[in-house]
């Protein structure tokens, strides 16, 4: 039987010029690099300049994500921007996006799952483009955290970076199988009696503020561990395939901690697991495509390996996508 499937024929990913050091940090607020590094993992991460608002490291991914699949912003029908971070309230950086790469009239909007944001924009994409109703997906997690740092609390401000990363998403033809190229299944959650956990203590209908974000960090890690493991373990019996047939996991990089312990709950092999928490922090909705683009780009992932995308975030929110190349 010949099935449409979705499947991602690019990926691209830009990071701002500027690098903030753990040592940076200690400079502003009570902190060392052994301090950041023994509890995160986190060495480093990247800010956008004042200028440079969301929409633009969107941009500057998707370009890249095109170029790699071979396709132009002519030809794309559909974007999708997750992020928490936009530019403006409205109009939704997708529309942005689309203005400045000088796509067509289509469909244009923005998904609003924070660190999980990816994923669901990646679900949505794949309602669209495996029925018919788009062609040329462009789905891109873009966000400058930094924008919402209390930059003296010292528990959250080492943990968030800006950058962006997009997925070009087309139809293919597959055979129903396990086998076959794109998306193969999903799961996705949302627990809303734990918001207090993780939030931005401010937005247009409240304060009237952009406000800053608040985590209760060990709670928000138990949680992380457990929902992750369970989110994967139904993306994969959703696509028929085991733990074990899993090429490579490509989970959200929020912390390290969280990365290991979500691989020493299900027995993952570390070499599996693509980490680049310690360059990129944690830049929220953009971290699954930058690890992703960063791990094709080394030659680790390749055309045919099936793999896992994982994350967790504010609302709770959690979901995870098994995909082959």
Request: aromatic share 4%; hydrophobic share 45%; net charge negative.
């Amino acid at each position: 039987m010949t099935l449409v499937r979705s499947a991602v024929t690019g990926v691209g990913s830009y990071l701002p010029e500027e690098i903030v050091t753990n040592a940076d940090l200690a400079k502003i607020v009570d902190t060392s690099d052994e301090w950041i590094v023994a509890r995160t993992g986190i060495r480093q991460r990247r800010r956008a300049r004042p200028d440079q608002p969301t929409s633009d490291l969107a941009v500057e991914a998707a370009k890249k994500a095109l170029l790699e699949a071979g396709r132009t912003a002519a030809e794309v029908d559909l974007i999708i921007v997750a992020t928490t971070t936009p530019d403006l309230t409205f109009p939704a950086v997708a529309s942005i996006v689309q203005r400045k790469l000088g796509c067509p009239v289509g469909i244009a909007f923005d998904v609003q799952a924070v660190c999980s944001g990816f994923v669901y924009a990646l679900s949505v994409a794949d309602g669209f483009v495996s029925r018919g109703q788009a062609r040329c997906a462009l789905v891109i997690g873009a966000e400058e955290m930094t924008r919402l740092m209390d930059w003296t609390d010292r528990t959250t401000c080492v943990l968030f970076g800006d950058g962006a990363g997009a997925v070009v998403v087309e139809p293919v033809e597959g055979q129903g199988t396990k086998a076959d190229r794109g998306v193969l299944g999903f799961a996705l959650r949302c627990d809303g009696n734990k918001t207090d956990l993780l939030y931005v203590d401010g937005g247009p209908a409240s304060t009237g503020t952009v406000g800053h974000l608040r985590m209760a960090g060990n709670q928000v890690f138990r949680h992380a561990v457990v929902n992750i493991a369970e989110g994967i373990g139904a993306a994969a019996a959703a696509a028929g395939v085991t733990i074990a047939e899993i090429d490579w996991f490509v989970p959200h990089q929020a912390n390290q901690r969280i990365i290991s312990g979500v691989g020493e709950r299900l027995g993952l092999d570390e070499n599996k697991v693509i980490s680049t928490v310690a360059l990129h922090a944690n830049t929220s909705a953009a971290s699954i495509p930058l690890a992703w683009d960063a791990a094709i780009r080394d030659g680790r992932i390749k055309r045919g390996d099936l793999v896992m995308l994982e994350a967790m975030g504010g609302g709770l929110t959690w979901g995870a996508c098994a995909v082959r190349m």
